[in-house]
């Protein structure tokens, strides 16, 4: 048996349980022949009026409904659903028990169009201010919004249905949460605080007021027919990233106890790392040294050499600068080794899918790991000749693959990296 | 439960930087006088019949220097970043690039910020009929500020205090109103106890003069209208009065503060966290007593500094858990300062180790009798913050010797 610490003599940390649902379907199987297969989950937006928008399309989840509908009710329904199917799959503890906490990524919740227009029509006059709003908001007739557009409702939510420990944790890093919820989750193992850690990430939010506060800033991809075309990573002709929607949850254990158990173990989570850029609240920094130093990081966190790495699952947005920084970072790192590591970008395929991506791109990195076989990077026909990677381009790749390393950087200098192997080094 | 205590061997955690921005005023000795002569500053006119408690104005330019940044922030942001520069002169860090580049920073925020004019300005054209389907879209693509995004995005508070001062380490922002401030404590010492981390920059801040906000707590019935009184007094007229505020700690290890010849204010020995069902009259104050029978024994002269926020029925189970320590002398924040959310645990913490490092703890303000008199020299104090809706957080607050 190979001993339960790692390099570093902390308790190894392993997956047992993963739930998925992005545009491409619902569940890991799904999902995965979907992914492979080179769909897209990219689509014309029809959940809502796009008349006056730049961007039309997104990887919106249609396939399930909430009533009445916000974008938070969509995240919490969706963070159930992969949480049930992670909790399927790990068999670990009993219904509405899991002996863990909860990290849960999500997307900063405010009162959202539909709940205020409402509170438009019933002030019941013209020419109204904030003061009419505030005067009917009491009473109790809108309770039920006060609740659901609490920042820590989706992960009170969470915790009682599933029974989790604790106080459950409620982040946002950006477009790295998905890989944050993932590193408190490791580091409360490591610790030995806890057995096992539940790790959620959703985000639910492609409505009219995210889309245009993206497309204010000039972020997302504008080349709106075929929708299918729009996420382009690491093409020439890359103009910006593609909203989507989606959720990810992870059982984290310790090897000892999923051993113990008797569990099946999906991966390891061999290392994370993460390092601040305060270059520019949206831009990173165009010489990659803050996404340098978190790869360092994690290489040094997993105790591996760059040599080891033999796939990364990309960041990969669309957008011309991070595509461009998130190369030369790698090859900063990975030398003359950076060419020999198939590179990708799922979100060529379901977008990006912000709050939820990394947990969502770990879950991929690990079904990756277990079919030893990259899913490919849509729409890459025209490649950018400043970005020398070698992308899996179009066409899935069988591949021998032991250790993924999944990067995240995003808004607000928030860099993350997470290194899944197959089994304990 | 998920919880933070020192045991025997484990690293000892000094807070050695405090960072205050509040509705009494700027830093640690106003902040302190003002305790000390029962000062409570509150606007009862500006959104009546709301109360609140306004930030005491600071000269943005000592913190935030760059007329550029300040822009790119709204209220909240720039309370928190000016609070986080406060602590890291406090900790005599401030530019100190080998300590700033390797501080974790854990930040306890909401954000959301509104542009009202916008909002009302599509719900008028709404009711008068202007309802084609791109409407909202078009008002939205042309009224709305690109950077006012940078002030809704909650992680941003973070990314401007890296931007500003140059704190680019780790950075974590935590969410989930008053508990988040708990959490981020709690995850804070952890990383620091463990090993992990030697040195953290934890806080938040809050802008409670805001009527989006007032609308999001009036849904519930929670504001605090017509008339002030203290947190004890607000029985029968429910509520809390939303304050300003920003508060943030530097913790750092024993050894990295001796090392560096940083002085602490006090010892930082546990924070403890949990999630109330909240179904059942009794299930919140059973959960705080659990709570409090996970810090560590308490020897000394103890007191409870608490952020009750005066709202029901979450005051009236914390009154019922203090009850069965009465010995303890207990002072609300939410009297002073007004409720200032996801700020309210940190600002806690920072009244704790500030009343600790001078000590005695700052006079009652209460006009029901439940605070009483302390004469003694605390050398422990109990930090509580309880949700007005969910989330229950506690920390042990120590005096160095």
């Known amino acids: ?413 928030q860099n993350a990296s997470l290194i899944l192997t197959r089994e304990p080094a | 439960m998920t919880d933070t205590a020192s045991k025997p061997g484990q690293t000892e955690v000094w807070i050695t930087g405090i960072g205050l921005a509040t509705s009494l005023g700027e830093g640690l000795d106003a902040n302190w006088a003002a305790l000390g002569e029962r000062r409570v500053n509150v606007d009862d006119k500006s959104f009546a019949p709301y109360i609140v408690h306004p930030l005491m104005p600071v000269t943005l330019d000592a913190q935030i220097p760059k007329k550029g940044d300040q822009r790119q922030m709204e209220a909240w942001q720039r309370i928190g970043t000016y609070a986080a520069g406060l602590a890291l002169d406090s900790a005599g860090i401030k530019g100190n690039k080998d300590i700033l580049s390797k501080i974790d920073m854990v930040v306890a925020a909401g954000g959301g910020e509104r542009d009202l004019s916008v909002d009302t300005g599509v719900l008028n054209a709404e009711a008068k009929g202007n309802n084609a389907p791109g409407f909202l879209n078009e008002r939205l693509m042309s009224d709305l500020r690109p950077t006012l995004f940078l002030a809704q995005l909650s992680n941003l508070l973070a990314g401007n205090i890296a931007i500003v001062h140059g704190v680019c380490g780790t950075s974590r922002t935590f969410m989930g109103e008053e508990v988040a401030g708990a959490d981020a404590m709690r995850i804070a010492l952890a990383r620091i106890m463990s090993g992990e981390s030697d040195i953290a920059l934890v806080g938040g801040s809050h802008n409670g003069e805001r009527k989006d906000l007032l609308v999001l707590y009036e849904f519930g019935d929670f504001n605090l209208k017509d008339k002030f009184a203290p947190v004890w007094a607000r029985k029968d007229h429910a509520g809390f009065a939303l304050g300003s505020a920003g508060a943030f700690l530097v913790l750092e290890s024993k050894a990295h503060a001796e090392a560096r010849g940083a002085k602490p204010y006090a010892r930082l020995t546990s924070v403890v966290a949990d999630l109330a069902r909240r179904k059942q009259p009794g299930d919140m104050a059973a959960t705080l007593e659990k709570l409090w029978a996970k810090l560590p024994t308490r020897a000394g002269k103890g007191a409870i500094i608490t952020g009750a926020t005066g709202a029901e029925p979450a005051t009236s189970e914390e009154r019922s858990f203090l009850g069965k320590h009465a010995d303890f002398p207990v002072r609300a924040t939410g009297t002073m300062f007004g409720h200032t959310m996801e700020t309210q645990f940190p600002l806690g913490i920072a009244l704790a180790a500030l009343a600790l490092s001078r000590g005695a703890l700052f006079p009652p303000n209460d006009s029901t009798g439940l605070e009483i008199e302390m004469t003694d020299k605390p050398t422990q104090i109990v930090v509580v913050g309880a949700g007005h809706w969910r989330g229950e957080g506690m920390a042990l607050v120590e005096a160095v010797n």
Request: glycine share 10%.
């Open chain 1, 1 to 413: 048996m190979t001993a339960p610490r790692d390099k570093l003599g902390r308790p190894i940390v392993v997956v047992t349980g993963m739930g998925i649902m992005t545009s491409l379907g619902a569940g890991k199987a799904d999902n995965w022949a979907k992914l492979v297969a080179g769909e897209s989950g990219i689509r014309t937006i029809s959940r809502f009026a796009i008349d006056g928008l730049k961007t039309t399309m997104a990887g919106t989840v249609d396939f399930v409904t909430v009533d009445p509908f916000s974008s938070t009710g969509l995240s919490e329904r969706m963070a159930e659903i992969v949480t049930q199917e992670a909790l399927d799959q790990a068999g670990i503890g009993a219904k509405g028990d899991f002996p863990g906490p909860l990290f849960l990524a999500v997307a900063p919740v405010e009162v959202e169009w539909p709940q205020r227009r409402e509170l438009g029509r019933a002030v019941a006059k013209q020419d109204f201010d904030y003061n009419d709003l505030l005067r009917i908001s009491g009473g109790g007739k809108y309770a039920a919004f006060h609740h659901r557009f609490m920042f820590g409702s989706v992960a009170a939510h969470l915790a009682e249905t599933f029974g989790t420990k604790g106080s459950p944790i409620s982040l946002s890093t950006a477009c790295a949460s998905g890989a944050t919820s993932i590193q408190l989750g490791v580091e409360a193992i490591r610790r030995g605080e806890t057995d096992a850690a539940l790790c959620v990430a959703t985000d639910g939010t492609v409505n009219p007021e995210a889309l245009v506060r993206f497309s204010l800033l000039s972020a997302l991809s504008t080349q709106n027919d075929p929708p299918q075309a729009a996420s382009k990573p690491f093409s020439k002709n890359r103009d910006g990233f593609v909203m989507a929607e989606g959720a990810g949850a992870l059982v984290l254990e310790s090897y000892e106890s999923a051993v113990a158990r008797g569990a099946k173990i999906l991966g390891v989570v061999a290392g994370c790392g993460e390092l601040t850029d305060s270059f520019h609240r949206t831009r990173s920094s165009p010489d990659g040294k803050p996404a340098i130093g978190c790869v360092l990081k994690t290489l040094a966190d997993a105790g591996m050499a760059p040599e080891q790495i033999d796939h990364i699952n990309a960041h990969g947005t669309s957008t011309p600068e991070n595509d461009k920084m998130e190369y030369l970072a790698t090859s900063a790192v990975f030398g003359e080794h950076t060419s020999k590591i198939p590179v990708t970008s799922n979100k060529s395929a379901v977008g990006h899918t912000i709050s939820a991506a990394g947990a969502v791109e770990a879950i991929f990195s690990l079904l990756t790991l277990e079919h030893q076989r990259i899913p490919p990077t849509l729409n890459y026909e025209n490649p950018d000749p400043a970005i020398l990677f070698d992308v899996v381009g179009n066409k899935a790749r069988d591949a021998r693959v032991t250790a993924v390393m999944s990067n995240s950087f995003g808004f607000g200098g």
